[in-house]
């Protein structure tokens, strides 16, 4: 949190996940088309609170904070996102079962 004491930081390199590489490129996408800013984006960060800090990784808070200006933007609606997120759900644990192999 700012200005607390963030401790050792670890320089190693590691690779990102199939769905973090996802969360960043979704990132980009929508703040070139100009649905958000980089203000935008860091403001609903920073209005998470502590509490995100502690329990949500670097690119969970990263996804909530896109979704977050997109519903501001009007692009969808929390329903809309709901009922998408049913229908991916349905479709089986994992996007292999998804994709049928």
């Known amino acids: 949190m ?6 050792p930081v670890d320089l190693d390199q590691h690779d990102f996940a199939l769905w973090e590489k996802r969360v960043d490129a979704l990132q980009v996408i929508t703040s070139t088309k100009g649905l958000f800013t980089v203000d935008g984006l860091r403001r609903v960060l920073e209005d998470m609170g502590e509490a995100s800090f502690e329990t949500m990784t670097y690119y969970e808070r990263w ?3 896109v979704n977050q200006n997109l519903v501001e933007a009007g692009v969808y609606t929390l329903e809309e996102l709901g009922a998408r997120m049913e229908e991916v759900k ?3 644990a994992t996007y292999g079962e998804a994709a049928g192999g």
């Open 63 to 65: 996804v909530a904070s």
């Open 90 to 92: 349905s479709r089986g």
């Open 2 to 7: 700012g200005g607390q004491d963030a401790g």
